[in-house]
């Protein structure tokens, strides 16, 4: 099963502009992670963020989470071309198994 | 350069054939996992694996089987029970302590002949 949803499902913007997506997801977890994923290829790790955290940043990446909402949002600014691609959140559940459990993913894509 | 290979990049697949997904790394990481996408759609997981010689179900196991002979090697066998076999197929892996981020391979496309 699913554990989250990303919001939107697609997303086009310009070149410069920011974007933003957002997940949420039912159970409580342990932490949250964004993955990128290029067309065709394997998913590439962007950023964990713990369960007692609310920001995170990482370079042009902020992350936040709202475990009262059990939802967090993936900013991207200053998008850039290469930024084309799907993102996926994924949480790991509070029972220690380590198991990633992933969402739908949102199609981002730059127009230059 | 540690990585995670899998191979072959596209396999066909014959009806009534089992065929093997390899999944190698050499980042000294304890658990390996393999996952099923379908188009637009997010991973699903079939197996993992935490230590040599033991690994547990995912959430969508019927019709795949798996190995786990060597810590550096994880392969998948897609069996002719997997009546829609028609998928990308990815490996990954991670060290167990802390929630660490999980590694992918290029993944495996599979089709049907």
């Known amino acids: 099963s699913q554990q989250g949803e990303e919001d939107p499902q697609a997303l086009s913007i310009q070149e410069g502009e920011n974007a933003t997506m957002n997940c949420s997801y039912k159970t409580s977890i342990n932490n949250l992670q964004w993955y990128r994923q290029n067309s065709g290829r394997g998913l590439v790790h962007l950023i964990l963020i713990r369960s007692n955290e609310r920001e995170k940043h990482s370079g042009r990446l902020r992350v936040t989470l709202d475990t009262s909402k059990k939802s967090s949002s993936l900013l991207i600014t200053a998008s850039r071309a290469a930024d084309t691609a799907s993102y996926f959140c994924a949480t790991v559940g509070n029972f220690g198994n380590e198991k990633l459990t992933f969402g739908t993913g949102t199609r981002l894509t730059i127009i230059p | 350069d540690g990585g995670i290979t899998q191979s072959p990049k596209y396999l066909f697949r014959k009806e009534g054939q089992n065929v093997t997904l390899s999944c190698e790394q050499n980042l000294n990481h304890d658990a390996m996992y393999w996952y099923r996408q379908d188009p637009g759609q997010g991973l699903r997981l079939i197996y993992y694996?935490?230590?040599?010689?033991?690994?547990q179900k995912g959430d969508i196991a019927e019709g795949y089987s798996v190995s786990r002979e060597k810590k550096e090697s994880f392969p998948l066998t897609v069996t002719s029970a997997q009546k829609n076999p028609t998928a990308f197929y990815l490996c990954a892996s991670s060290p167990l302590s802390g929630s660490q981020p999980q590694h992918f391979g290029d993944g495996t496309r599979l089709s049907i002949l």
């Open positions: 694996s935490q230590i040599v010689n033991d690994f």
